[in-house]
Structure formats: structure tokens, C-alpha cells
T-cell receptor, first 111, second 114 residues
Framework: DGGITQSPKYLFRKEGQNVTLSCEQN?????MYWYRQDPGQGLRLIYY???????QKGDIAEGYSVSREKKESFPLTVTSAQKNPTAFYLC??????????FGSGTRLTVV | AQSVSQHNHHVILSEAASLELGCNYS??????LFWYVQYPGQHLQLLLK??????LVKGIKGFEAEFIKSKFSFNLRKPSVQWSDTAEYFC????????????FGAGTRLFVKA
């Protein structure tokens, strides 16, 4: 079945560490997105990529970085510069009609 | 700035009650409108969408939504909810202002009592 796979499902990070969240898709979609979901705030866009080797900052890109070396993969790194990283992170790809297909998410907790 | 407002953050209903979740957006141009649902422990999935044509759109599981352009609204409705409709519902609007941009509402948590 086609879809988006995010891993890990749960991730714990110590203060000052960088961590990388994986996102892989087999839908052959060009555009991929990273969103952060916080209670009561909906989804906020971190980064997006419309084509391989290209990506753009979203609304809350500070403290995050991405790469898009392959069409199938769009990993997100949460750096130590991100002051409040505890959140639920969602990866998505965009279908031809501007709707999203979402992964199951990664819950990141700073310990 | 463009925004999407969902009026109720939490809604509690009994089974068989009717549901209406409000969604308003602020943007004067052409929009594509979506409702997504996130069931407990599951990923976000598309419930229904509107691009053009009939402003009353029907989605999965008996949900429908009506686009009222004059009110900038896209409210979600279901005549009779079930316990299995317990979930969080997100309204989203895609605009084209020098590139497509999607804005999500804050979400509405629906709890249906059996």
C-alpha cells in the first residue's frame, strides 16, 4: 500500500541534542511537508519541499533543518537551537488536488 | 494575514445528535477547502474537500460541508453522530498567493457519548 512512513513513533531528546525524524513516501509525490502539531494550535508549517534538492522555510522554521536528496525521503532535524521542541511532528505529501496525505507522526519529548 | 478559525475547541454530543462544526477563513481570493479528521491513535485523513461547483460537498462516513462564499465559511455537518465519530477535526484552506499555501484551523475535539 502506498503511504507515508514516519519513524520513530516516539523520540526522547536530551537538552542540547540534535535529533532527526525520518519521513519516507512511496506515493511518487513531488511535494512534501513537515508540520508541527501542538494542542489548541492546529498544524503549523515548518518546512516544505516541492522538488528534489529544493526546500523552503515555513512559518516556524527556526531551530529546524531539512534535506531532500531523494524524492522519497524528507528527513527533519530538530536542532538544539529549537527552544521548545516537545511536540507532535507530522510529515505529509501533497496530492494533485492540493490535499495532503499524512504520516502517523512522531511524538518528540525533551527530557 | 490569512487565517482559519474554528469556533469550538471542544464539543460533547450524545449519539444520534446532529453535528455542526464551524469554520471561517479570511482570504478574498480563490480557495480550496478541506476538512481532515484525526481519530484517536490514527493519522490525519481527508474527510472531504471543495474546489468548485456545488457548494454542498459530501465526504466519507456521512459527513457533509457547505461552502458559503459570502460568509467565508465551510461548516462541517453530520445529521446523526456515532460514538465512532469521536475525533479531532481540522478545517484547512489552500490559497494561491504567489504559491500555494495551506492554513489549518486550531482543531475541534469532538467527544460522542454512547
Amino acid at each position: 500500500d502506498g503511504g507515508i512512513t514516519q519513524s520513530p513513533k516516539y523520540l526522547f531528546r536530551k537538552e542540547g541534542q540534535n535529533v532527526t525524524l525520518s519521513c519516507e513516501q512511496n506515493l511518487n509525490h513531488d511535494a512534501m511537508y513537515w508540520y508541527r502539531q501542538d494542542p489548541g494550535q492546529g498544524l503549523r508549517l515548518i518546512y516544505y519541499s516541492q522538488i528534489v534538492n529544493d526546500f523552503q522555510k515555513g512559518d516556524i522554521a527556526e531551530g529546524y533543518s531539512v534535506s531532500r536528496e531523494k524524492k522519497e525521503s524528507f528527513p527533519l532535524t530538530v536542532t538544539s537551537a529549537q527552544k521548545n521542541p516537545t511536540a507532535f511532528y507530522l510529515c505529509a505529501s501533497m496530492t494533485g488536488d492540493y490535499g495532503y496525505t499524512f504520516g502517523s507522526g512522531t511524538r518528540l519529548t525533551v527530557v | 494575514a490569512q487565517s482559519v478559525s474554528q469556533h469550538n475547541h471542544h464539543v460533547i454530543l450524545s449519539e444520534a445528535a446532529s453535528l455542526e462544526l464551524g469554520c471561517n477563513y479570511s482570504y478574498g481570493g480563490t480557495v480550496n477547502l478541506f476538512w481532515y479528521v484525526q481519530y484517536p491513535g490514527q493519522h490525519l485523513q481527508l474527510l472531504l474537500k471543495y474546489f468548485s461547483g456545488d457548494p454542498l460537498v459530501k465526504g466519507i462516513k456521512g459527513f457533509e460541508a457547505e461552502f458559503i462564499k459570502s460568509k467565508f465559511s465551510f461548516n462541517l455537518r453530520k445529521p446523526s453522530v456515532q460514538w465512532s465519530d469521536t475525533a479531532e477535526y481540522f478545517c484547512a484552506v489552500t490559497t494561491n498567493t504567489g504559491g500555494f499555501k495551506t492554513i489549518f484551523g486550531a482543531g475541534t475535539r469532538l467527544f460522542v457519548k454512547a
